[in-house]
């Protein structure tokens, strides 16, 4: 066991090319995933899909429980939000059965994405694309794992009570013209919670837009941690930390 564990730290968190590897097969996987679950939000459902689910459902199993073995601070994992998104995800993809009443948890796997230091340390290293528009990527990988989350929700609560909710496509574009404020009005979400639910939409959605303009807009910054007052973001030209003064020796490829 302990030998296992040790091979299982040495994939999650090593920094051989192995691990690297393992970490970018994972993250591949996770987009797959995202994607399908996106587009049989879309079909009805088919023994197909359900099988396929079932599939995915058991390599996420695995991979969540080589994820906690391999951790060495368990508890504070389980007190994680993604910890418990993985579990809902996990019992949804593997409980087909129970229709699309509780497989919009499915949708809960994307909050895995880009959520671990050790992959958003490996991309900033292998891809100056990444580097140059980190928070620009970040910014939009969550205002799109809201958009799903939040569309999935106004169809499980909504499509069995509301006729303006018939399909995945009403709720993502209830969801889309809440968020952005534009409110044609021709779909409404009935019942208080459907209010709530709007609510929440329309809050947490214009401030994850207004982030991501925030950071399109704004003067493009460079990571490089000032050796001496630890400041993180300077410009790509620059010779000096604006906050202490110290030479600064930031890598340019050239590009800037």
């Avoid at 044609?184 to 837009?209: E, H, K």
Wanted: net charge positive; aromatic share 10%.
């Amino acid at each position: 066991m302990t030998a296992l564990i040790c091979r299982l730290k040495a994939l999650y968190e090593g920094d051989t090319d192995r691990a690297h590897r393992f970490r970018y097969a994972l993250l591949v996987f996770d987009l797959t995933t995202v994607l399908f679950i996106i587009v049989s939000s879309f079909v009805p459902r088919h023994p197909l899909v359900e099988g396929v689910d079932v599939v995915i459902g058991l390599v996420v199993l695995t991979d969540f429980v080589a994820r906690f073995l391999a951790s060495e601070q368990r508890k504070r994992e389980l007190l994680r939000p993604t910890t418990w998104a993985d579990l809902a995800a996990i019992a949804s993809f593997l409980a087909p059965v129970v229709g699309e009443g509780a497989g919009f948890l499915r949708i809960l796997r994307t909050l895995r994405l880009l959520r671990t230091y050790q992959l958003l340390d490996r991309l900033r290293a292998d891809f100056a694309f990444f580097r140059r528009h980190e928070e620009v990527i970040i910014a939009v990988v969550n205002l799109a794992v809201f958009v799903f989350i939040m569309t999935s929700i106004v169809y499980a609560t909504q499509h069995r009570s509301n006729p303006a909710i018939a399909n995945y496509a009403d709720a993502l574009y209830f969801t889309v013209t809440s968020l952005t404020t534009t409110g044609y009005g021709d779909i409404t979400l009935q019942g208080t919670s459907g209010r709530l639910i709007s609510v929440v939409v329309m809050i947490c959605g214009v401030t994850l837009f207004l982030r991501l303009a925030q950071v399109l807009f704004r003067p493009t910054k460079v990571r490089h941690p000032c050796p001496t007052c630890g400041l993180q973001r300077h410009d790509p030209d620059a010779v000096h930390c604006k906050a202490c003064g110290t030479l600064l020796n930031i890598p340019d490829e050239g590009t800037y």
